[in-house]
């Protein structure tokens, strides 16, 4: 694990029951995604699939924290090194589906909307619609996002030439 | 890595309503409890909340229990409430009653063996366990005296549904203050406070 | 014993006033907003963050904002408003060989696998004044996250302490039992001694001018540390948690940290071979002079483990952990602000009598 930089490597759970797998990366695409780019998405959502259900908050949105642990060494023994805020919501939709969702920061908005997806993607009717108009593009702008992040530094690489010794020289 | 859930979602009871203005209201209502014991306190924020756990004591488990608060659940909790505690408050379950930060009992009439509970120590008396028990009723009448801190005088009050241990283990706490443990008896939507200044003066069968 | 302070209210809410006064500056002078902030004072925000204990960029940049650029005020504030959230989680731990590395140095070696990428640095900076930086450009459009062409793909970037320790060279950090309870100084007060998962969380939140000026100490020959800056990573990480309703982890989101491994030499003793030794420093944000004395310091405190006898103030457990907290210290230094007008009474009534029986035996004396 350690040796790969290859960044955002939901695809590649090890593990993990293929379900869980999936639910994991769309989880994970919808907490990195803004609040605004999930607005969009229910609008466009509704435009091409109709009407969402109505739902039902089990939790409201709840802005709290999440203790963010480390490890000395970066391999060693567990340390807490801080906290962050965090948001969730619990929800459940008319036809029955249950929804949660845990994000970044502090937006209601955001986590409520996450859950709402969550709910909807755990339908297998409506899974293959939902994660290709949604999750799949957010994924991709994530991916390249955090790529040309990376690749802004790439000119700060250092080439080093081998220096040939003075008595190459005449 | 974890792959079983330890809760079931989808016949989860709802919990507070508003979660920080409920939770806030019913502290509140608590410190008022605790602060004037022999005073029968409503809750007026009661959320839904599975048998046989009472919309009060509900409202104290949500308004008091955390991740940071180990809870210790008498068996028929431990059945039906374990995860609406968890998904709601976080607290973690303990099977070491001395363990606990809050032991919850659905039963006043069987009471765990309160010998157990911790009870503070010297550095850290406030370390204490705080004991909540749901009884049938509370009303001042004649049947154990309080007086103590927080008392004009003297209050009586009646407990129904209580085993009577639990008055004798109240005296015995009052002997080991400032260690000993804290106790708060719930009726439906009615808490009556019993911190460990309370002098319980006599005790009927 | 503290005396009631009568009146002094109406004074309080005037001063109120003038500090949002005084904290506006003039009037005509475009206020400064958030996202500036956040933005164009990064590592001030890095500070914040790391020293308030919170990460949360917006926050940090309205605590700057209304600290009206005094950090430790910041920092005072993020941490009062940390009191006001329940804590609904806890992470795993942060891979921090995952990373999104966007600067990576070490001083010990010169080619490393991935290489040594620079990133956004002082470093080589000529440290003059820029005065072209006087002049206030118009809001341009964000071109950084445009580009037509597929950025190609991240080298591997193994760490250097997994390099050195290859060959058994570098002592290894092993996790231990894991279910183990880890320290937590927002929940429990620090006791001694203390373990390396308290130190380094005390450390972490800790004030990076002191933890500097310890760092410095123990180069300066307080200590014997002989530190190589083995690898500093900035960039970001993943966070996860599991919560019990899910059964598996999700990611919550990603932040950025920075990461110094200090790599120390250490000569053997009869219990252990020769090997490097190492320190940690990691902060939230950009912060990589805090992450280095926080390194140096974590190693210094290590001399317990190690077998080094303490000699020096940055190997004095209680005196760093205690004094490294710039809240407390703040607290406790501007205390002295409030009124001790009972307690300096008694002090004067003392003096003076003291120096009236000085009198009256100096006259008996001639």
């Keep these: ?170 | ?205 | 014993m503290y005396v009631s302070v009568k009146g002094g209210e109406r004074a309080i809410t005037a001063a109120h006033t003038l500090l949002a006064e005084e904290r506006r500056g003039d009037p005509a002078v475009p206020e400064l907003s958030l996202a500036q902030i956040e933005q164009q004072m990064s590592l001030g925000v890095a500070r914040v963050m790391s020293e308030g204990a919170l990460y949360d960029p917006e926050l940090a940049a309205l605590a700057i904002k209304q600290a009206r650029g005094d950090m430790v005020e910041a920092i005072f504030l993020l941490r009062a408003y940390r009191t006001t959230l329940p804590r609904l989680a806890t992470s795993l731990p942060i891979d921090t060989g995952q990373m999104a590395v966007r600067r990576r140095i070490s001083a010990t070696f010169k080619d490393i696998p991935g290489g040594q990428v620079l990133g956004p640095t002082f470093d080589y900076t000529h440290r003059l004044l820029d005065f072209d930086l006087a002049e206030v450009k118009e809001p341009a459009a964000d071109l950084s996250n445009s580009g037509a062409v597929e950025p190609e793909p991240a080298r591997p970037m193994p760490s250097v302490a997994k390099i050195l320790g290859s060959e058994g060279l570098l002592e290894p950090e092993i996790p231990g039992d894991e279910t183990a309870p880890v320290a937590d100084l927002t929940r429990e007060p620090l006791s001694f001694p203390a373990e390396r998962d308290a130190r380094l969380q005390a450390l972490a939140r800790g004030d990076e001018g002191f933890l500097l000026s310890l760092g410095y100490s123990t180069q300066r020959g307080y200590g014997r540390n002989h530190p190589f800056a083995g690898e500093i990573r900035l960039g970001e990480v993943a966070v996860e948690i599991q919560p019990d309703e899910l059964p598996f982890p999700i990611e919550i989101g990603e932040i950025e940290i920075t990461e110094c491994q200090m790599v120390n030499s250490f000569k053997g003793s009869k219990t252990k071979p020769a090997q490097f030794t190492r320190g940690y420093g990691l902060t939230f944000g950009h912060g990589e002079r805090k992450a280095m004395s926080m390194a140096l310091v974590d190693r210094a405190l290590r001399c317990r483990e190690l077998d080094e006898e303490p000699s020096s103030p940055a190997q004095d457990e209680e005196f760093v952990l205690y004094h490294c907290d710039n809240l407390e210290a703040s607290g406790f230094v501007q205390h002295l602000k409030l009124p001790h007008y009972v307690d300096f009474q008694s002090e004067l009534v003392m003096v003076r009598e003291m120096r009236a029986q000085q009198a009256a035996l100096k006259e008996a004396a001639e």
């Design chain 1, 1 to 170: 694990m350690e040796d790969s930089a290859r960044s955002g490597a939901s695809e590649e759970i090890d593990g993990l029951a293929p379900e869980h797998a999936a639910r994991k990366r769309w989880m994970s695409v919808l907490a990195k995604a803004g609040a605004a780019e999930l607005e969009q998405a229910i609008t466009a959502m509704q435009e091409k699939l109709g009407e969402l259900p109505a739902y039902r908050l089990i939790r409201r949105p709840e802005v709290g924290m999440t203790m963010v642990r480390a490890r000395a060494g970066g391999t060693g023994r567990a340390f807490n090194l801080g906290e962050m805020t965090m948001t969730r919501c619990t929800l459940r939709t008319d036809d029955n589906l249950v929804g949660t969702s845990y994000v970044a920061g502090r937006s209601q908005r955001h986590a409520e909307l996450a859950a709402l997806f969550d709910a909807l993607l755990q339908d297998p009717a409506r899974r293959p619609q939902v994660t290709a108009l949604v999750i799949d593009p957010l994924a991709r702008a994530q991916d390249l996002r955090r790529d040309r992040r990376v690749e802004r530094s790439a000119p700060t690489r250092v080439d080093f030439f081998t220096v040939v010794r003075g008595e190459d020289r005449t």
């Design chain 2, 1 to 205: 890595m974890n792959q079983q859930t330890k809760i079931a979602l989808q016949q989860l009871a709802r919990g507070f309503n508003d979660p920080q203005l409920d939770a806030q209201r019913v502290f509140r209502q608590l410190l008022q409890a605790m602060a004037r014991p022999g005073q029968i306190v409503p809750i007026d924020r009661l959320p839904e909340a599975p048998e046989p756990l009472c919309g009060g004591a509900a409202a104290l488990a949500l308004t008091l229990f955390d991740l940071d608060t180990p809870i210790w659940l008498d068996e028929a909790l431990c059945a039906t409430a374990s995860d609406y505690l968890a998904f709601h408050t976080g607290a973690p379950v303990t099977a070491e009653i001395g363990d606990a930060a809050f032991v919850l009992v659905a039963d006043g009439r069987q009471l765990p063996d309160l010998g157990k509970v911790a009870l503070g120590d010297a550095e850290y008396p406030e370390r204490a366990a705080t004991i909540i028990v749901q009884v049938e009723g509370l009303r001042i009448d004649a049947g154990h005296r309080l007086r103590g801190p927080g008392i004009l005088g003297h209050v009586d009050i009646t407990v129904d549904g209580l085993a009577p241990e639990f008055w004798s283990a109240l005296q015995a706490n009052r002997r080991r203050f400032p260690l000993g443990f804290d106790a708060m008896l719930v009726a439906g939507d009615m808490v009556l406070g019993l911190p460990r200044t309370v002098v319980v003066d006599k005790t009927e069968a």
